[in-house]
């Protein structure tokens, strides 16, 4: 029997409706274009289509020009949609466009409830954290976040725990691996940290490295290893519940030249711009004012990616994550509902001319997008070393950079009691919804 047809066997009744709805609500799409519109419904979806391009296009031009030519494209990017709600208005054709746009949303909006059922294990598996910890050991900054340590009281809510607490500070730099390692080989049976994703990582490879079990804090400031963990990210001290009672997910571990990351790794223009000294003080002048030159390839390194036969030549920028993250936009960069699947998420952009970044409107069938998953790859470059900007931090590689996956390395304990992960969004797949509308 045929993969979807069986498939469809499977389904629930309220699957089918909802495909059945979802075409119903795409034909009235078409419907009230005709009928309102007639002929004029193709000159309607041509001059959206073409504002999209130009859209796209002129995006691109005020991200790689300088100058009169960077502020007369951002004049198009913001006029070109006016000019399509004008046109439309003035034709009175508007309100066909968003009664037909309205219905549209909708049968989208049905269609990916009517598959989401497809994805049954779209939910890592918990475990029992056992044995409980004795002796469990917290590296916690309080600067990160804003002061998140100090405004949650984490150091005195662990410590009532039976955790030990270590705080960074002081004009000296720490190297928070070797307080780690000095936590390890001094008892503890734990390791836990409060900070940002990049502290994260460098204590989890420790962790991972004894087999210890580790603990998220998420105060850091953007928090999204503890938001891909289904953490509570309003309130820190409510992830302290794994040590009350917790459960163990088995977390894979993305390495880069023997270097753990739990997010991503990422090349070219964004690590670029953030190795630049001027990015921390005026990060949006900075990134304005390298992105020509880094578009155009007459800054940076010359890159090259190499995966499972599959070759990415000079692309502007790649991105390597520790488990491919979701399909919530143009890149898929949404985010990530397991992090044990055991492959890295790759995504390449080359986007060196307009034609290239209006061609982006395609997604992932975008000749200027490459979306793939592997266990390994290579990023070449023709530079000894190049930066990379490794979850969020940015460090100089020497090349090749070797990117590959440790699966289940991980061993992190989490709130029973925490948000959790919503699902994830399931790809239009149109043949699956036929074969569930007519099931």
């Known amino acids: 029997m045929h993969r979807s047809t069986q498939r469809a066997s499977e389904s629930t009744p309220a699957q089918r409706w909802l495909a059945r709805l979802s075409f119903a609500l795409a034909a009235l799409a078409i419907v009230i274009l005709v009928v309102f519109a007639g002929l004029k419904s193709l000159a309607m979806l041509a001059v959206g289509l073409a504002a999209a391009v130009v859209t796209l296009a002129a995006a691109f031009f005020f991200l790689s020009q300088r100058g009169i030519r960077r502020w007369l494209a951002l004049a198009v990017f913001v006029l070109a949609p006016i000019a399509v709600i004008v046109v439309y208005a003035f034709r009175d054709l508007l309100w066909v466009a968003i009664a037909a746009a309205v219905a549209w949303l909708l049968a989208s909006i049905t269609a990916r409830q009517a598959l989401t059922a497809d994805q049954p294990d779209w939910r890592m598996p918990e475990h029992p954290a056992q044995p409980p910890a004795r002796h469990p050991y917290f590296i916690m900054n309080p600067k990160s976040g804003g002061g998140k340590v100090e405004k949650f009281d984490l150091k005195r809510k662990a410590e009532e725990l039976g955790a030990e607490v270590f705080l960074l500070g002081g004009p000296e730099h720490v190297d928070v691996a070797d307080v780690a390692r000095a936590a390890v080989a001094n008892g503890a049976d734990l390791l836990g ?112 990616a190499q995966a499972d036969g599959t070759r990415i030549e000079a692309p502007q920028a790649v991105l390597v994550a520790n488990n491919p993250y979701g399909t919530g936009d143009i890149a898929g960069l949404g985010r990530r509902v397991r992090l044990d699947r055991g492959v890295l998420g790759v995504v390449g952009v080359t986007v060196s001319t307009a034609r290239q970044a209006a061609g982006l409107i395609r ?56 948000p959790g992960v919503t699902p994830p969004k399931s790809p239009l797949n149109w043949t699956r919804l036929r074969h569930l509308a007519l099931r």
Do not use: M
């Open 193 to 304: 940290v409060a900070g940002g994703d990049g502290t994260q990582a460098l204590v989890a490879g420790i962790a991972a490295e004894h087999g210890l079990p580790f603990v998220v804090i998420s105060a850091g400031t953007r928090n999204h290893f503890a938001l891909d963990l289904g953490l509570d990210r309003e309130d820190p001290s409510a992830c302290l519940g794994a040590l009350r009672d917790g459960v163990e997910l088995r977390v894979d571990l993305g390495v880069i030249n023997g270097q753990t990351f739990v997010n991503n790794a990422s090349f070219g223009a964004y690590a670029e711009i953030v190795e630049s000294p001027a990015y921390r003080d005026d990060k949006r002048n900075t990134t304005l004012n390298l992105l020509p030159d880094l578009l155009h390839g007459q800054g940076g390194a010359k890159l090259s």
């Open 363 to 418: 997604g992932r069938r975008s000749s200027g997008l490459t979306v793939l998953t592997t266990k390994q790859v290579e990023i070449d470059a023709d530079a000894a070393e190049i930066p990379v900007g490794v979850d969020g931090e940015a460090i100089s590689l020497s090349t090749p950079v070797i990117c590959t996956i440790s699966p289940a390395a991980l061993r992190v304990w989490v709130p029973r009691d925490r």
